[in-house]
């Protein structure tokens, strides 16, 4: 499993946890939540472009790393 594969389903495993919690979290995460979710899908849309970890772009995965630190914020609020 390459890198970019390997991040999409951790990503995709947190953003699950998390899309289940989050209706009882605060306004607050429901609006962090809602900024990450256009991140998320320009996150997946630019890793489908790309089929390998080598062809992979720095924008591609410093979005990955935003998008993982991220989640790990409001996991830590919830």
Do not use: C
Not at 1 to 20: G, N, T
Not at 31 to 43: C, G, V
């Amino acid at each position: 499993m390459s890198h970019i594969d390997s991040l999409i389903e951790e990503l995709k495993q947190a953003r699950d946890e998390l899309r289940l919690q989050i209706h009882l979290g605060s306004k607050e995460l429901q609006d962090e939540w809602a900024r990450l979710e256009p991140k998320w899908n320009e996150f997946l849309k630019e890793a489908d472009l790309e089929e390998s970890a080598e062809r992979l772009g720095a924008a591609t995965r410093t979005l990955g790393e935003e998008l993982k630190q991220a989640y790990d914020r409001v996991r830590s609020a919830l």
